[in-house]
């Protein structure tokens, strides 16, 4: 007999999601969820897209795009230094096996972070693809923001550049087997280094999701400085120029998105920061983003994704 | 020139989305967005998604469709007695004139409402459609859900039933000025009468969306009751009977989805329900929905929209 919207509902996603976060009164199941926040704390939300085609390749496996989709949508928090708490969950699915491939996903990656699939729907259509809302907590008044670099500041980044990019690639030149592959395939939300940031003080920061080159510039505009960034800084820069030349080493670094590292602003004298990052630059008077290499400015071709570009 | 997605966004969304709440710390612009709670209050979430082909006909305008969808979405606030206040939008569009189009429904739905556009995602992609996810709050522990309803309680309706199906179907039919298109393109979510209901101290409603006797169904099975209801005691019923004929207008009424009226049930002793609502039902020992005709059961065809049926 075939399942039930509902059935199939319980079925991927509900019975598979294992956390419930105790500060939840009602879940999943009703017209809507409802929490709480413990006192002295804000709510932090977000909400992601990810489409078949656009976000990840016809033949790339559903299950690892959906868990994708939410670890990228989790890295929105980890930008903000919160803790993630709850997830709603939209999936358009062409069909029934394609459901349960994005269920499969979606609920490992929920329960990899420890966070509880709250709500959602389902939808039958012909393109595959879904919708992440996430939700978490911090102490009021903490989170980091992209307008709250100053001039002076240093600038520092978490993570590694351009390598999900080069998995990209190697997949849709059909090297699936290429050692860049688990970089686009395996997305890491900096959560617990976000959190630990925001600890430390750090009040300006964002997740790298569409090319260093053009997330920094929203820091730059948005916080009216000029953020100056040194190439030869980034911590993948030397194997990477190694292995693909400068020229080409210095494009996909700065314009490959999707890598999800954390690149912040701090005041010189915070302390703490070199166990987690590494300095890359420093935030200057003027509006923007320029990078730098050997004292000369780069020119990039592209610098980064838009939509809707013509 | 061509606009960029981040001009897009301020121009289709941003720059026309009205409400800021009070509660609001950061909005729209950063990697998420951050509220507070007023103190006693919880928070209450929902998420929908609609696409093109399944939720709206192909030819149906796309700026209606986008303020329907949110206007679905706030209907599941409406069904827990919140009061709206957060709007997160995610636009999938075929070109740059489909997301001004929903831009459009969107934020026209979001003003009439006073919902602030807290944040969200655009994305191209060949097939339209809307993801909203809506956030509310309401005093603690006073939530309307499914499973509250206790036998003995009265089954109230508030609302209209069957309409928006009849006038997708004139849609569908090419009578695109027929006399119940207006039940289908203008989705009234009742946020207003929720919120009473609540204050009233009712405790157990739900949203229709997929047809009266799918969604008392819920109410029945997680109440733990069987709801009863008498078909001729519907607001609309002597209406509908009169121009259908007993047995199509049973079938639309029962069966019809997306009218978002709110079905109810409350303890005999309730005050002030008969200026919003109309008595249609009862609760009684076993678990589940019958409705009855004229002292009969009635034999629905279909009860509701299923996707991913067979």
Redesign the interface.
């Known amino acids: 007999m075939?399942?039930?919207?509902?059935s199939?509902i319980e079925q991927c996603f509900v019975s598979k999601a294992r956390y419930q976060h105790k500060h939840t009164?009602?879940t999943n199941?009703?017209?809507?969820?409802?929490?709480?926040?413990p006192s002295n704390h804000?709510?932090?939300?977000?909400?992601?897209?990810a489409?078949q085609?656009?976000?990840w390749p016809h033949d790339f496996p559903l299950e690892k795009a959906a868990d994708r989709a939410v670890c990228a949508a989790l890295s929105?928090?980890a930008?903000?230094g919160?803790e993630a708490c709850?997830a709603?969950?939209?999936v358009?699915a062409e069909s029934?096996e394609a459901?349960q491939s994005m269920g499969q996903g979606v609920t490992d990656a929920l329960n990899r972070y420890e966070v509880e699939l709250?709500?959602?729907?389902?939808?039958?259509?012909?393109?595959n693809?879904l919708?992440i809302?996430v939700?978490g907590i911090?102490e009021?008044?903490t989170?980091m923001?992209?307008?709250k670099a100053n001039i002076g500041d240093k600038v520092w980044f978490l993570g590694q550049a351009g390598l999900s990019a080069l998995g990209l690639q190697q997949w849709l030149n059909g090297q699936k087997g290429g050692e860049f592959i688990s970089h686009f395939s395996d997305v890491i939300p900096k959560i617990q280094q976000g959190r630990a940031l925001r600890v430390l003080g750090v009040r300006c920061c964002?997740?790298v999701s569409d090319g260093i080159f053009q997330d920094a510039n929203h820091i730059g505009k948005?916080s009216n400085i000029l953020m100056e960034l040194d190439v030869e800084k980034f911590p993948n820069w030397q194997s990477l120029s190694q292995e693909l030349g400068a020229k080409k080493a210095m494009q996909v670094m700065l314009s490959g998105g999707e890598d999800y590292g954390l690149l912040f602003t701090a005041p010189a004298h915070t302390k703490g920061l070199n166990e987690l990052a590494t300095w890359v630059g420093v935030c200057l008077q003027g509006s923007g983003v320029k990078a730098q290499y050997k004292g000369e400015d780069v020119q990039l071709v592209k610098s980064g994704y838009?939509?809707?570009?013509?």
């Open positions: 075939p399942a039930s919207e509902f199939l009164m009602i199941g009703d017209d809507a969820s409802v929490h709480n926040l804000e709510l932090v939300v977000s909400t992601d897209t489409v085609g656009v976000h929105d928090l930008a903000m919160a709850w709603w969950v939209s358009v029934t459901l709250s709500g959602g729907d389902t939808v039958h259509a012909p393109l693809s919708n809302t939700a911090l009021k008044g989170a923001q992209r307008n964002i997740d948005d838009d939509h809707f570009a013509v």
